[in-house]
């Protein structure tokens, strides 16, 4: 009896710590390749920042903000404009594939 309430608490314990790796509601996934761009629906004047910048990152290209993608991995990159959020990204950068 001891045992089950014991795995009981465990379980409720982690479930927070759990959900807390999951992306916010309405995040907009995206899958990049090592060096590819990527167009943002955003704002002239939107600040872009990400969680690991190796991963992405943003830059303007042809006055448009872009995202920028580094090395494989996965980040999240927050949208602002105006001091009010305008998006969340979840960006997945993989190594390009071998032809």
Known sequence: MRTAILAAALVSLAAPLASADAPPEGTIKLKMVEGETQSLNARNGSQV???????????????????????????????????????????????????
Do not use: M
């Open 49 to 99: 920042v990400c969680d690991d910048p190796g991963v992405a990152h943003a830059d303007v290209k042809n006055d448009q903000l872009v995202l920028v993608a580094g090395h494989a991995g996965e980040t999240l990159c927050g949208v602002r404009f105006d001091g009010a959020n305008r998006g969340v990204y979840l960006v997945t950068v993989t190594v390009p594939s071998k032809k």
